[in-house]
């Protein structure tokens, strides 16, 4: 099936390991945005260097994120995001916060925005996963910038979805799990005082608790693959 994939956050951990399964594919055409590029030389991939989280760049760019050519089966997954500031409220800075909402609520809100646009007019399927997390719907000390913008994008995937049935198009808030990425890496370096469940994270990596890229890029594949088979717009990897 001739395939267009729109991702974001592709240079690394869960990104890259879903572009680098999707490249196995032969009728792929991949729009991949990411502040750091891999120089793939690949004429089935463009690669866009963003910081999605400058929102005047982003507009700019919007046009050339969605190709105008005709696919059986468009996707979008807004995966792209960061872990804010692992601070709790009093110590939290104003740049930050912004720079959190930016990226892992606005930025999806816009490229979702553009995405439907685009092809909501088209014939085939469109799927849109927005990578959430539980996060979104469990708060967690020292993580209000996280879980504030995750809840936002969990939000905005069920209004997205309500309004979008009708034209064919479904929309997920997907949480990838505990995935062994950077991310993790830079929750590991949080001051205990500031993060009161650093340990249990620190226990998740010693323990090898944590998910690889690859393990759960295959089950976001599995979705896109089979929509029908999952009921609601709230999905966990870890349920299937």
């Known amino acids: 099936m001739k395939t267009l994939l729109i991702l974001t956050g592709h240079s690394k951990g869960l990104g890259h390991a879903i ?30 260097s963003l910081d999605i ?26 995966n792209a995001g960061w872990i804010g500031e692992v601070k709790p409220v009093g110590k939290l800075n104003p740049k930050g916060i912004q720079r959190a909402m930016n990226l ?62 009708g034209c064919g198009i479904r929309v997920f808030s997907l949480a990838p799990g505990i995935v062994d990425t950077e991310m993790q890496a830079e929750i590991r370096s949080a001051k205990a005082d500031d993060f009161p469940a650093l340990e249990r994270f620190v226990d998740y990596k010693a323990s090898q608790k944590l998910s690889s890229p690859e393990e759960v890029a295959d089950k976001i594949i599995r979705m896109i693959e089979y929509p029908d088979r999952f009921e609601g717009v709230v999905q966990d990897v870890r349920d299937f």
């Open 53 to 78: 989280s400058d929102l005047s760049a982003l507009e700019a760019i919007l046009p050339r994120i969605f190709p105008k050519e005709s696919f059986e089966r468009y996707v979008l997954i807004n």
């Open 104 to 165: 892992n609520l606005l930025a999806p809100m816009m490229i979702t925005d553009g995405f439907v646009k685009a092809y909501s007019e088209s014939p085939g399927e469109k799927v849109v996963i927005n990578i959430s997390s539980g996060a979104a719907h469990k708060p967690l000390s020292g993580w209000s910038e996280y879980c504030s913008s995750k809840a936002g994008l969990a939000m905005f995937s069920k209004v997205a979805q309500e309004e979008l049935r």
């Open 19 to 48: 572009l680098d399964q999707y490249l196995k594919w032969k009728e792929i055409q991949v729009v991949a945005i990411s502040r750091s590029t891999l120089g793939i030389e690949d004429e089935r991939v463009k690669e866009l």
